[in-house]
């Protein structure tokens, strides 16, 4: 299940296994693949909800104009997973509806 060529990220660099953190859970990830193809190879297909109607969403167009594939990664919602290139250690999150910042202490 992974993409190895991709029109946009280019030639992917299989040499450096990372890990990732999905809810709160490691995922083996290849450094610089995309975050969506990362949890597709560890069996997650369902990435969000939608706001309305609570249907689940995973990729689907792999090449960022659907939105199929938004999470919240680092903090930051509405990331096109399918775009986003894994670094070690990141922090994905299955997003429902259109997702919020998460809010920082500010002290």
Do not use: W
């Amino acid at each position: 299940m992974r993409i190895i060529e991709h029109p946009i990220l280019e030639t992917l660099d299989t040499s450096r296994t990372v890990t990732i953190y999905y809810n709160d859970r490691p995922v083996e990830a290849l450094e610089g693949e995309p975050v969506a193809a990362a949890l597709m190879n560890a069996g997650i297909k369902a990435f969000r909800t939608t706001a309305k109607r609570k249907e689940p969403r995973g990729i689907f167009c792999a090449i960022g104009r659907c939105t199929d594939c938004k999470m919240t990664v680092d903090g930051v919602p509405n990331v096109r997973t399918c775009m986003c290139p894994v670094k070690e250690g990141m922090r994905v999150y299955h997003q429902d509806g259109n997702g919020t910042f998460e809010k920082k202490d500010r002290t």
